[in-house]
């Protein structure tokens, strides 16, 4: 099991440690570098001022939201990243939810979320493999465009620029059964939001070299109780935050995997302005079972139980070198 390092998006502002960071990541040993993006920073930016400060780290996007950019633009982010590193990219895609897609990007959120993330990857992986003029007849992302209300003199285009790498990997954030089940059919990778050890979903017989890379919040420490606060806080604002009580796709998760009422709980809270509250209701227990918290002996034990399944990459997510460098040394 390999080792990244996830740096999330910013907050208020850029972090002064993201580089210093992923150069001590890389010198540790850890295989790649992830960035993302929510309704601030973008995922693309950062991870390229990365590169230009790292040599040999492989660098992800977890996740670049497909409502961003059409398939074709964000294909030309990644292959001209992937020039620029020397090969080292990795694309990371979701798709995001509704309060997301339509309040921020000001589109709708498909009606068949699987049918328009099938048809984004195509397109990907089309302009990546540069075998023919980009062409797709789907309903969210035909080529060339169609429509009544252009003017139809659009034509079936190759990128100018080579790609690098036909195969440069492409990675899906999934969180529903069929959505994951589907990832692993037309994807190289899935990255888990959650992921439990002891919870370990029932897949199909995976590709070759397939990655399963989950986030998890990592730090050592002597006091568990203490080190969980931010697991809980951050469960806190996406169970609670990210969506709405109809349709909020990380409370959604957390249900599924045995918290049903407790995920309820959390969203009634978060909505009604009780925002500690809600992430004083996150459960210690669920908290636990995603993250590595505490001692390094503690650490070690949780470790191995991640071995044991079928995750490939375990992407952590910690700001303390302490604890990156711990984790290096359990790992090795």
Not at 16 to 43: C, F, I, K, M, N
Not at 168 to 196: F, H, K, M
Not at 278 to 286: E, G, I, L, N, S
Request: proline share 8%; glycine share 10%; with cysteine.
């Amino acid at each position: 099991m390999r080792l990244g390092l996830a740096l999330g998006y910013w907050g208020r502002g850029p972090s002064s440690d993201h580089v210093p960071l992923a150069q001590e990541a890389e010198r540790l040993g850890y295989h790649s570098v992830w960035t993302a993006e929510s309704w601030g920073s973008d995922a693309f930016t950062p991870l390229t001022w990365i590169a230009a400060h790292t040599t040999r780290i492989r660098l992800g996007t977890a996740v670049a939201q497909m409502a961003a950019r059409s398939p074709t633009t964000t294909a030309m982010h990644a292959l001209t990243l992937d020039h620029l590193s020397g090969g080292r990219m990795m694309l990371g895609l979701g798709l995001s939810g509704p309060q997301v897609v339509e309040g921020w990007y000001g589109r709708p959120f498909p009606k068949s979320p699987l049918t328009a993330t099938r048809e984004y990857v195509d397109v990907v992986r089309q302009v990546l493999r540069r075998e023919a003029p980009v062409e797709s007849d789907g309903r969210f992302h035909p080529l060339p465009y169609r429509g009544e209300d252009g003017t139809g003199l659009g034509r079936p285009l190759k990128p100018i620029t080579h790609p690098l790498r036909p195969d440069l990997p492409v990675l899906l954030g999934a969180e529903g059964p069929r959505n994951i089940a589907q990832t692993c059919r037309i994807a190289d990778g899935w990255l888990p939001l959650y992921w439990s050890p002891t919870q370990v979903p029932q897949l199909p017989d995976l590709p070759e070299n397939f990655m399963i890379a989950p986030l998890a919040q990592a730090r050592i420490c002597d006091d568990v109780a203490e080190g969980l606060l931010p697991v809980k806080a951050m469960l806190g604002f996406y169970i609670g935050g990210m969506g709405n009580a109809a349709r909020n796709f990380h409370a959604d998760l957390m249900a599924r995997m045995g918290y049903e009422e407790e995920a309820h709980h959390i969203q009634s809270l978060f909505l009604a302005g009780r925002r500690e509250e809600a992430v004083r209701a996150v459960p210690d227990a669920f908290a636990d079972e995603i993250s590595l918290v505490g001692p390094a002996e503690r650490v070690a034990e949780r470790l191995a139980e991640w071995r044991k399944g079928p995750v490939t990459d375990l992407l952590v997510l910690s700001p303390d070198r302490h604890t990156l460098r711990v984790l290096a040394d359990l790992n090795s």
